[in-house]
């Protein structure tokens, strides 16, 4: 087990320089100039922006820009934005714990939501209670964040007057109010994202459970006289629990990575919004840096998941 | 789990004995899920609408009508105008073959390569899986807006001037989807194997002999797919949705084709003056994945030898 | 006309003619009153201090919280690193130009003591110095003086190539003299009539010397001020979030009295245009949200609701078509749209005025635009003075037929027109812009019917506007037949607008599409007048000028004027924001204030 996770820890340093080989790729070939503004402008001569191309590096190979971040990113050098002038991982830290907030708040809501009703519906499949969840699970991945997002707006905000609809950062409230103030902003963000991410989850745990729950060892449980809730819970649920555990550890690096069109739409300043305006106004050094801490993050929670494997089911040998 | 017998094992015995046939019992089976027989018809009616429905209701679909914009439904236009004047009805069945075409290709895709190499990492293990696992890791951390910018920047034009601009459109927007949306079928089908390969009736086929392919594709693969039919629905919607984002990045189809999200996203700024123009498109949308949905759950529920029901 | 005109204003000038007189007699040369009114403030021959800026009321300072909404968020407060309009008005907050444009296209002064001009000495009468009185008193937010030192500083560091400022271009051909403490003059290499660039708006605020003197060169991105900023402006730095919120509070010493009106502002970024004017209109979380770029008819559904208004204010702006003069399907040299070629249809001035005859600009106008999108025929619109009585537009299906057909463009296979080989179908290409497909769904509809084909082509907006030398999708590149977008008029005068049209500017690999020529038209008496106009002193000749200019390349029909973009913003019915179409939205900030 130790020398597993070893190896497996030592396995992910290739893997991340390849994949950072590959997004530096990406983007460096992806279309687009980050001065483009000043292409438009007529009042900045051409040389300005030659000059600025050269300052920041952009007229350098490719190859050799790589190892120049490559080798600052080993120093803890992240770079530069080229849009905002200021140090990349200041502006990662300034969009952290908004992003966490929010983002993990309606992480825990759709595991908090998904969870029960998954497993309840799948106990009682084709029950009104399973019927009911399963519709709404459906309205829930067929519309989109943007739309939904926009009912909550026009319903909560515009015709009831309930919650604000433009996320601030900086509250002028203080004490308790402050808490109160921070909910009413963040619950239609975090209902959006956690609804949209829960309805989804609900499916997979069903399935899950109910393909669990028809095992003969389930039955053989029953038939031995163990009451009902233990059997779910001890026999059914970490048996269901790999599916589950694989779709979760896929949406962890989310929380980090930000979700950009439910941050549009209530103008969250998570890294998200940051990561597309970064695209949008071709801010490299940014790109970069988001993108490559998201598959650190993406290739660390796939370890933890082949981990979890393990503990759920014993017989999953490591090799 | 001491003391469990391993029923698939004979449970597929079983199903090697002719009497019925399988396809038959499975039939036979669906037909009594009623909601699966209720949305397999419910799906049939959307794509024969929009299959046959422009050549009945043959209401032009770019008519610009300035009198006639946002108007409600009415007998003239049974699902109302948009802000241009233009018959919601016509453009939601036109855009329907897209939207369905575009949903069922690219969750198809996504499944098809998704299956694949999560089937192999989990069986092979080892090497093959770190490769497939890092090749899946990468996929899933690449950055989608500039990769997409690269891509139409790259290929739009070869791959028009090769099969056409529509097909060369479509195809590329199925890859697309379909590429950027297979890693957690992967995963998950890499999770399923990784459990159902040590469990008894695995072991039993394997100490009964079977080779390693009948062995995948007759007991662990049939088993590992209850996730997978949730993903395949989930697929649908998102890639009907996700093409009307492609769209905004000049890479869909051009924005006077009226695709369903294109139109439900067209609609929402005019949301609370007239809802009309999102609900059907949002309404189409939700009828194709609730049928699609059941559908699935009724086949499952039909394949699978151990329905409690 | 030029004649009258000038015989005109010398009898105002001397009195024999009244101004109201003036205005009447103009109107029968077929001139608009602000035109006459605008004529006669430049030629010295108005009071200066015209209405050009609204009264301020207030007695007292303490208003409360001001809030702001931009759909798009800044990410630097270094105005002379500023990129795009955002950046630009955020820095603004705190920062001042020695003055700043007002919504007529006059000067309004900010550090200055007055505007030069010949009569109080300030202009030179050959055009090759300008010389500014700075205002006495004024302290930056840190307590230091203000002076001459500063602005001699400031366009240094802005034309230090070291420092990469985006404000260089206003700072070039110019050598800035300290006269005095608080007397500072600008010398031309050559006579200059748009004397009014360096210190003036956008590019020209002042940066504290004492602050930045260190970090004038290759270290420029390391001062501390570039995120703290220190200005003389009425509100002072409290804290910023790159791509979030600014805030700031009122600066106490402010050298204007009873100046601000509000404690505190803050200006919050990111989101749409839609929801942006929703919090403003609907629900009154904010007072005022900028650059709606929204369908007019929703804008007025959510005024509906009463609680606030929408402001709009017209500058130069024009969304407009181009009939590319070149041919974009072959490749000369590897370059595409080369201007050796000639489009195979755009060559024939009858396809062009066909094409003129097929925009529907009133619908476009009313059912798309609305306010935020007056029909025009005319490419340079503003100021007044510079605009062209002489274009007419038309939308006639049937004139436009009748034209082909004269021209012998007929009906071929599937209705569409051919000559010589050549068909009339047509690639049409714009940025991802809920409005603009619609207008080019409007545009396709009518050259149907006028048997010309249409295939549209979307760019997202990143691509479509990029300098990216290696991508084809760009607008500067032109690789297709037709293409819309709207091109912004930064300053009050066209001289920097009207360069668009002058054979040296023809966009082309060799200036690696850098030129601002984009149409690729070239024609010698453009060219001719456009460089008599750059010394041209005399305001009414220049203005007779760049109307002959507009009429030339309109007249050609390569531009097809479709409608104006004014500025849209919202705001709450009590607030009067003071807004100008020439400058930043917050250019005068300080004189902002809440009825009530």
Redesign the interface.
């Known amino acids: 087990m130790t020398s597993y996770l070893i190896r497996r820890l030592l396995l992910m340093i290739p893997s991340i320089l390849g994949i950072s080989v590959v997004l530096f790729t990406v983007l460096a070939m992806a279309p687009g100039d980050p001065f483009e503004e000043l292409a438009t402008n007529p009042a900045v001569p051409p040389e300005v922006r030659a000059n600025l191309r050269a300052s920041l590096g952009l007229d350098d190979p490719i190859h050799i820009r790589y190892v120049n971040w490559l080798f600052a990113m080993l120093k803890g050098d992240w770079g530069f934005s080229f849009v905002s002038r200021i140090p990349v991982d200041d502006l990662i830290l300034q969009r952290l714990p908004v992003t966490i907030a929010v983002i993990g708040a309606s992480q825990v809501l759709a595991l908090l939501v998904a969870l029960p009703v998954g497993i309840y519906a799948a106990t009682r499949p084709y029950s009104i209670f399973d019927q009911i969840a399963n519709t709404l699970a459906f309205v829930g991945f067929s519309l989109p964040t943007f739309f939904t997002g926009l009912l909550l707006i026009l319903l909560f905000s515009i015709h009831l007057d309930w919650f604000p609809f433009v996320y601030r950062t900086q509250l002028d409230s203080t004490g308790w109010q402050w808490w109160w103030d921070q909910f009413r902003q963040s619950i239609m963000p975090v209902t959006v994202l956690g609804l949209f991410q829960g309805a989804a989850l609900v499916r997979f745990v069903r399935s899950a459970v109910l393909d669990v729950i028809r095992l003969d060892h389930v039955t053989t449980a029953r038939a031995k006289g163990i009451p009902e809730r233990a059997v779910i819970t001890r026999h059914v649920v970490r048996n269901a629990m790999i599916p589950v555990v694989t779709l979760v550890a896929l949406q962890m690096p989310i929380i980090f990575g930000g979700a950009i069109v439910t941050e549009q739409i209530f103008r969250v300043p998570g890294i998200g919004s940051l990561l597309i305006s970064a695209v949008l106004s071709n801010d490299t050094p940014v790109i970069m840096a988001v993108t490559f801490v998201f598959a650190c993050l993406v290739i660390l929670f796939n370890l933890i998941a082949d981990l979890l494997y393990g503990w759920l089911d014993p017989r999953i040998s490591y090799r | 789990m001491a003391g469990s017998t391993p029923a698939s094992a004979t449970a597929s015995a079983a199903a090697e004995r002719p009497q019925p046939g399988p396809w038959g019992e499975a039939w036979r089976r669906f037909r009594k899920h009623r909601l699966a027989m209720a949305s397999l018809c419910v799906l049939g009616v959307l794509v024969l609408a929009v299959l046959i429905g422009p050549f009945i209701w043959t209401a032009p679909i770019d008519e610009i009508d300035f009198s006639k914009r946002l108007q409600g439904p009415s007998w003239e236009h049974p699902l109302g105008t948009d802000d241009l004047g233009q018959d919601l009805l016509a453009r939601i069945l036109y855009g329907g073959r897209i939207s369905l075409a575009v949903g069922f290709a690219a969750m198809s895709v996504a499944i098809l390569v998704g299956v694949i190499v999560g089937a192999i990492a989990g069986m092979a293990g080892g090497r093959v899986d770190a490769a497939l696992m890092w090749l899946t890791d990468l996929f899933l951390s690449l950055p989608e807006l500039p990769l997409l910018l690269l891509i139409i920047y790259l290929f739009r034009d070869s791959l028009v001037g090769v099969v056409g601009p529509e097909m060369g459109v479509f195809i590329l927007i199925v890859l697309i989807i379909g590429g950027f949306r297979w890693m957690p079928v992967a995963r998950l089908v890499r999770a399923q194997f990784f459990s159902l390969r040590e469990k008894e009736f695995v072991e039993a086929a394997r100490a009964l002999g079977a080779t390693r392919t009948r062995m995948v594709m007759v007991h662990i693969l049939p088993n590992s797919l209850g996730p997978v039919l949730v993903a395949a629905t989930i697929d649908i919607a998102a890639a009907i949705i996700a093409e009307s984002t492609l769209s905004f990045l000049g890479l869909g189809f051009p924005p006077d084709i009226p695709t369903w999200g294109r139109l439900l996203f067209d609609a929402k700024d005019n949301l609370d003056f007239a809802p009309h123009w999102a609900i059907f498109p949002g309404l189409a949308i939700f009828l194709t994945v609730l049928s699609i949905n059941f559908v699935g759950d009724g086949l499952r529920d039909a394949f699978d030898p151990r329905r409690v029901k | 006309m030029e004649e009258t005109l000038r015989d005109l204003i010398g009898r105002v000038k001397r009195g024999s003619l009244s101004r109201r007189g003036f205005v009447k007699r103009v109107a029968a040369l077929g001139l608009t009153a602000p035109m006459a009114t605008q004529l006669l403030a430049v030629t010295g021959a108005a009071p200066a201090a015209a209405q050009s800026v609204p009264a301020y009321a207030p007695t007292r300072r303490g208003g409360g919280a001001l809030r702001i909404?931009y759909w798009q968020?800044s990410?630097?407060l270094?105005p002379h690193?500023a990129?795009?309009t955002t950046n630009q008005d955020s820095s603004r907050v705190f920062y001042e130009p020695l003055a700043g444009w007002a919504t007529d296209g006059t000067l309004h002064p900010v550090l200055a003591a007055e505007i030069p001009s010949v009569e109080n000495g300030g202009l030179s009468p050959d055009g090759r110095s300008v010389t500014w009185k700075l205002k006495r008193g004024v302290k930056w937010h840190d307590g230091q003086d203000f002076s001459a030192d500063d602005v001699v500083f400031t366009a240094a560091y802005s034309r230090n190539?070291?420092v990469?400022?985006?404000?260089?271009?206003?700072y070039?051909g110019l050598n800035v003299v300290k006269v005095d403490d608080y007397t500072v003059r600008v010398e031309f290499e050559r006579p200059t009539p748009f004397w009014a660039d360096a210190f003036v708006a956008t590019?020209g605020v002042i940066i504290p010397r004492h602050l930045f003197a260190n970090f004038n060169g290759?270290n420029s991105?390391d001062a501390p001020t570039?995120?703290r900023p220190v200005g003389t402006g009425a509100y002072r730095f409290v804290?910023f979030?790159?791509?979030?919120?600014l805030?700031a509070e009122a600066n106490p010493n402010y050298h204007k009295p009873n100046r601000p009106f509000f404690d505190t502002v803050e200006i919050?970024?990111?989101?749409?245009a839609?929801?942006a004017a929703?919090?403003v209109l609907?629900?009154a979380?904010?007072d005022y949200a900028w650059n709606l770029q929204?369908?007019d008819?929703?804008l007025q559904?959510l005024e509906a609701a009463g609680r606030g208004k929408v402001n709009i204010v017209e500058g130069g702006n024009i969304e407009f078509i181009q009939l590319n003069a070149t041919d974009p399907n072959v490749e000369v040299n590897g370059e595409r749209s080369s201007i050796t070629t000639q489009h195979p249809a755009f060559r024939d001035p009858a396809v062009r005025q066909a094409m003129a005859l097929l925009v529907d600009r009133e619908?476009i106008s009313?059912?798309i635009y609305g306010r935020g999108g007056p029909a025009t025929p005319n490419f340079l619109n503003n100021p007044p003075r510079f605009r062209s009585p002489n274009m007419r537009m038309e939308f006639n299906v049937a004139r436009a037929n009748e034209i082909l057909d004269r021209a012998g463009w007929a009906r071929g296979q599937g209705g569409i027109r051919q000559k010589d080989g050549v068909r009339l179908r047509f690639v049409f290409q714009t940025s991802?812009n809920?409005p603009r497909?619609?207008t080019?769904?409007?545009i396709?509809?009518a050259a149907q019917r006028a048997g010309i084909e249409i295939?549209?082509?979307?760019?997202?907006?990143?691509?479509f506007?990029?300098?990216?030398v290696?991508?084809?999708?760009t607008f500067?590149k032109f690789y297709a037949d037709m293409q819309m977008y709207t091109t912004?008029m930064?300053q009050a005068d066209p001289q920097?607008?009207m360069?668009q049209y002058v054979s040296w500017e023809i966009s082309s690999r060799a200036?690696?599409w850098?030129g601002?020529n984009i149409v690729r038209w070239r024609n010698e008496e453009y060219d001719r007048i456009f460089r008599e106009a750059e010394g041209e002193l005399d305001p009414v000749k220049r203005a007779a000028l760049f109307i002959r200019m507009n009429d030339l390349i309109v007249g050609s029909n390569h531009i097809i004027p479709i409608v104006q973009r004014p500025l849209v913003s919202a705001s709450l019915n009590n607030l009067r924001p003071v807004l100008s179409a020439w400058d930043s939205t917050v250019w005068l900030l300080s004189d902002w204030w809440r009825e009530g």
């Not at chain 3, 506007?465 to 990216?468: G, P």
């Not at chain 3, 290696?470 to 999708?473: E, L, Q, R, S, T």
């Open positions: 909404l968020a990410t630097l270094n690193f990129v795009g190539p070291q990469g400022a985006t404000t260089s271009g206003s070039q590019a290759p991105r570039n995120l804290s979030a790159p791509g979030d919120t805030r919050k970024g990111g989101g749409d839609v929801s929703r919090a609907q629900t979380d904010f929204v369908e008819e929703i559904r619908s009313r059912f991802v809920a497909q619609r080019q769904q409007i396709r509809q295939e549209l082509k979307t760019v997202t907006a990143s691509v506007f990029s300098s990216d290696a991508n084809p999708d500067t912004t930064t920097r607008f360069n200036n690696s850098q601002r």
